[in-house]
């Protein structure tokens, strides 16, 4: 990478690190408003870890290995163990950033949308709040950033290997599967495509098969964890009978468990299990749509249509799954600020909206949804709105490759992008 390409990233990452370092720390607005239940529930597996305890084996833990070994990592570093999460959790917020403007710069946006892009990311935690480094969630955001990357630019044996890295540290990731694959398909076939996907599932196999082997039942318990658990209380079902609930007369019991609060009750389980077909279906219409549009399509102007299928990806999976806690707007910051063309520019306004709205409620007012407070209620309401929005804007199209601000000596250039380092 020339200086000159360099500075860019350079100046974001200081803009993060000084973002993180002075208002975050220092202004009572996110001073005041954080929440660690999180941060306690990683120290408390730490400590296990650390008197001797083998994960899974001797205590049930609700996450894949790659997030148990983050825990354990935190742990063994100097410092207080929210602040040195914080920390780790900042450089992964700058690797993220520097992924994002290395793929939007391989796809030939503007300097200005390079900027805006990485900007974002930046003040992601004045945008969101202290969540953003005291959940473990930029870890994923940071793995998936450079995977989107590595598909752009064709590295796909780093593609395969980095889809493996965040499905051990979260499931979500998984999702892209089929994207992935059918993107591989269409530039290089179908043998090679699922030749280097089996050697992305095996990755997953070797990281998971040790606790397996010694704790059959306890490795899948992350897995049970998440299928037991009642629809969380920011999620689209919840949000549907908090609204019946003011304003129908909809009686329904709130509920503390799985480290969230959540809905009880038959009628919001069987909407649940609705929106997680809804899910399944979305990101399975997601890869076929994509696939054709594909087939119709040629390099550079492909590479939009993949990244605005998993932009709409990862958004259904926030939109649709029963559980949608604060900490999952990061997972955004990958996929839906890099979108080429007037929507690419909907998409960055729809995302910090989502962003702000998140920060109206949470955590402050977070409390006071339980309660059916309407205002709160409706709050909520509009971000989750605005990520319905969100995923009608990054749904693929015959045009998400072609950028109007983009002129074809401009996507001539870019269609060997210039490698990053």
């Known amino acids: 990478m020339t200086r000159r390409a360099a500075a860019l990233p350079v100046g974001l990452i200081a803009l993060a690190v000084v973002a993180w370092a002075w208002p975050l720390q220092r202004l009572a607005f996110y001073t005041r408003r954080t929440d660690a239940g999180d941060v306690n529930v990683y120290l408390r597996y730490a400590r296990l870890m650390a008197r001797g305890l083998v994960p899974y084996r001797d205590f049930h833990i609700e996450y894949p290995p790659g997030a148990t070994f983050i825990f354990w990592l935190v742990w063994q570093l100097p410092g207080h163990y929210r602040g040195t999460l914080s920390a780790v959790m900042l450089v992964c917020l ?99 495509a699922i030749r280097d996907a089996a050697i992305s599932a095996g990755l997953v196999i070797v990281g998971i098969l040790p606790f397996a082997i010694i704790a059959p039942s306890g490795s899948w318990y992350f897995v049970g964890y998440n299928l037991r658990r009642p629809p969380q209380l920011e999620s689209l079902t919840s949000n549907l009978f908090l609204l019946l609930a003011k304003y129908g007369h909809y009686r329904f019991r709130v509920v503390e468990n799985y480290h969230s609060i959540g809905v009880h009750g038959t009628a919001p389980a069987v909407v649940a299990t609705i929106s997680t077909v809804v899910l399944a279906v979305a990101v399975a219409v997601c890869a076929w749509w994509s696939w054709r549009l594909l087939a119709g399509s040629s390099p550079p102007a492909d590479r939009g249509i993949i990244v605005a299928g998993a932009a709409a990806t990862i958004v259904a999976l926030t939109v649709f799954g029963k559980v949608l806690s604060p900490q999952y707007m990061m997972w955004l910051l990958p996929v839906t600020l890099i979108l080429q063309g007037r929507r690419g520019r909907t998409a960055v306004a729809l995302t910090v909206l989502v962003f702000l709205l998140t920060l109206t409620y949470f955590p402050t007012h977070f409390a006071e949804i339980s309660k059916v407070q309407i205002y709160v209620i409706h709050i909520l309401t509009l971000r989750n709105l605005a990520l319905i929005a969100l995923l009608v804007v990054c749904w693929p199209r015959a045009s998400s490759g072609r950028d109007p601000a983009t002129t074809g000596a401009d996507q001539a250039a870019t269609a060997t992008p210039e490698p990053v380092v």
């Open 94 to 192: 700058c690797i993220c950033l520097v992924g994002v403007v290395a793929t939007a710069r391989a796809l030939g946006l503007s300097p200005v949308r390079q900027a805006i892009a990485g900007g974002i990311i930046a003040l992601a935690p004045l945008l969101l709040g202290p969540i953003v480094l005291e959940r473990f969630d930029m870890a994923v955001a940071a793995v998936t950033a450079w995977m989107i990357y590595a598909a752009v630019t064709e590295r796909w044996r780093l593609m395969w290997i980095l889809l493996a890295v965040g499905v051990l540290i979260k499931l979500v990731p998984i999702a892209l599967l089929p994207l992935l694959l059918i993107w591989h398909a269409h530039r290089r076939g179908w043998t090679a």
